[in-house]
């Protein structure tokens, strides 16, 4: 899958998760704020996506201070799903 | 005893904004789904996290507390969210206990519209959540009796809720609560098999002891159960000798009937009490059978007190009263939890 093709799959998961109402894929800019200005989610929503990280990817944030930088915006969330892959396969 | 001076309803009828209770809207597959509106009243930050019950219960609470303060926030609920319970228990089995998100467990507590008003209205007062299965909201009128009676300038908003969920609905048709055989709800009390049609909704009331300018005033209720239909005629006919003089007939006796014909015996025996002069209508049709359907009942009890009108097909038999002055409620859930409600036009006396 291309990286395109990823992110799709990673604001489908986003809108899936969190019940966006009215919100589709092509409304979340890859360098959209998750929260507050942007998309406006709440402390709530990140433990949704913290949660969505572990189901779909298989990934934890096991740092809650790297937790604020991984989800600040799609971009961010597919660098650490990246990072996250590279070191699955090396193991 | 209370006045009610607000109501607010959704129902699988239009309720919401503009009452329409002439047109009836068809069940469909056999369920009385609510037509639930455009909730603008709700944050929609909040709304997108909401099932069926919560948004019903906020929405039609919002309405009212938009223009009301009260003191308080008292709702009935025999399952509240229940879909969002089921999700959460099944992603427990799912997810072996681990990697849960917090959003169906938060939203799928029994307190949680209650709580979610008071926390959207900023409402600090009391605020209490009764799940007393078919007579929570009943119980919900008896709390309120017993603050206002302590506190007799205070204000509350009452209410009751409750939604099909899916899994539960499965799970009660197993049971036998439900027809089997495909029914309309134009035709439910024209069925002579066991079960009824499931509904959902939810009615939310502002009440306090201020007369001026109220709706309607709840002058008695009643809450049994697990009683004989000879039982609850005696019961009725001595409701009806403690809170009503010789000179306050009934004008019209609002019935539960609901198409399940192992529990007519307990309409037929209210029937006789009631007498050949009280004009008898019906409401299941109109909401479907469900926990807290009397919360819909006492509601289109104030509609019909406030509109002097009834809906042709709500009607069982036409008694010789002239007006509609005071209405008594009478409902059973399941043939063991039944409830008598005495409500009067406007202040009443």
């Given at each position: 899958m291309d990286k395109e093709a990823e992110k799709l799959k990673l604001k489908e998961h986003i809108i899936r998760y969190l019940n966006?109402?009215?919100?589709?894929?092509?409304?979340?800019?890859?360098?959209?704020?998750?929260?507050?200005?942007?998309?406006?989610?709440?402390s709530i929503d990140s433990i949704e996506l913290v949660v969505m990280l572990e189901r779909?990817?298989?990934?934890?944030?096991?740092n809650p201070k790297e937790g604020r930088r991984i989800l600040t915006d799609v971009n961010s969330m597919m660098e650490f799903i990246e990072q996250g892959r590279a070191k699955q396969n090396e193991a | 005893m209370f006045y009610i001076h607000q109501t607010s309803c959704i129902s699988?009828?239009?309720?919401?904004?503009e009452v329409d209770l002439e047109n009836l809207n068809r069940s469909d597959n056999n369920q009385l789904l609510a037509v639930e509106?455009?909730?603008?009243?709700?944050p929609i930050g909040q709304l997108r996290r909401m099932g069926r019950a919560l948004r019903m219960g906020v929405g039609t609470g919002m309405q009212l507390l938009e223009h009301n303060q009260t003191d308080g926030i008292i709702i009935g609920t025999a399952n509240s969210g229940i879909e969002d319970s089921i999700t959460f228990l099944n992603q427990i089995l799912d997810y072996q206990e681990g990697r849960l998100t917090p959003t169906n467990f938060v939203q799928s507590t029994f307190n949680a519209i209650a709580g979610l008003l008071g926390m959207i209205t900023k409402n600090t007062g009391y605020n209490a959540t009764h799940v007393?299965?078919?007579l929570a909201f009943e119980n919900v009128m008896l709390d309120a009796i017993m603050r206002l009676n302590e506190n007799p300038e205070h204000s509350y908003l009452i209410g009751g809720v409750d939604e099909i969920s899916v899994r539960n609905y499965r799970m009660e048709a197993m049971a036998g609560w439900y027809k089997t055989e495909e029914v309309s709800n134009l035709d439910l009390y024209q069925t002579e098999t066991p079960g009824s049609l499931p509904g959902e909704g939810a009615a939310m009331f502002i009440v306090n002891?201020?007369?001026?300018?109220?709706?309607?005033?709840?002058?008695a209720i009643q809450l049994l159960n697990v009683l004989e239909p000879k039982a609850i005629a005696a019961q009725l006919s001595q409701f009806m000798q403690q809170h009503l003089s010789d000179t306050e007939p009934i004008?019209?006796?609002?019935?539960?009937?609901?198409?399940d014909q192992r529990f007519f015996k307990y309409y037929a025996a209210c029937e006789k009490v009631i007498g050949p002069n009280t004009t008898i209508a019906r409401f299941k049709h109109l909401t479907g059978e469900f926990q807290t359907a009397s919360a819909l009942a006492l509601w289109l009890g104030c509609h019909f007190l406030q509109t002097q009108s009834i809906p042709a097909?709500?009607?069982k038999y036409i008694g010789?009263?002239?007006?509609?002055n005071r209405v008594l409620v009478y409902n059973n859930y399941h043939g063991e939890q039944h409830s008598f409600m005495l409500l009067e036009r406007g202040g009443g006396n």
């Open positions: 966006l109402l009215q919100v589709t894929p092509d409304d979340i800019k890859d360098d959209m704020p998750m929260f507050r200005e942007g998309l406006g989610l709440d779909e990817y298989g990934l934890k944030i096991e | 699988h009828q239009p309720t919401f904004h509106p455009k909730y603008s009243n709700i007393h299965r078919g002891h201020k007369k001026d300018e109220a709706i309607a005033k709840l002058r004008d019209l006796f609002l019935s539960g009937e609901n198409g097909h709500a009607v010789d009263r002239n007006g509609l």
